[in-house]
């Protein structure tokens, strides 16, 4: 029997291997595949579309069809319009940010860890 090489784990990806359950759905006039919750939460990249492949009998290869790209936040989208419109109408009104400021918001994070990939959840955090 040949070796198999692994592929290393990328920084960005996450280890495979945890099982999730799930079961078939009658969806409309069809059937579908209902997973956990914490599937989709674990990887989003199967918010999208997905192709299933058979590859023995019960079992099957489910893959990402298309990769998704990042669905875009409609409350940022419409400040960050909102944003823009204020400076194409008033462009001479945009300060710099005032060291002193800045040495506050220094001063306010310093110490503060922070897991840039970390998912803050789905709970509104305000």
Do not use: C, W
């Amino acid at each position: 029997m040949p070796a198999t090489k692994t592929k290393p784990i990328r920084a960005t990806e996450k280890p495979t291997g945890t099982e999730y359950r799930g079961k078939q759905t009658r969806t409309g006039n069809s059937f579908g595949f209902r997973f956990d919750r914490a599937l989709f939460k674990s990887h989003p990249e199967f918010a999208g579309e997905v192709k299933a492949q058979v590859i023995a009998p019960g079992r099957m290869l489910v893959s990402v069809a298309e990769p998704v790209t990042e669905r875009a936040d409609p409350v940022m989208a419409s400040f960050l319009a909102f944003l823009a419109s204020d400076i194409a109408k008033a462009p001479e009104t945009i300060q710099p940010m005032s060291r002193d400021l800045a040495q506050r918001i220094d001063r306010l994070v310093d110490g503060v860890a922070v897991a840039h990939d970390e998912s803050l959840g789905e709970e509104s955090l305000l």
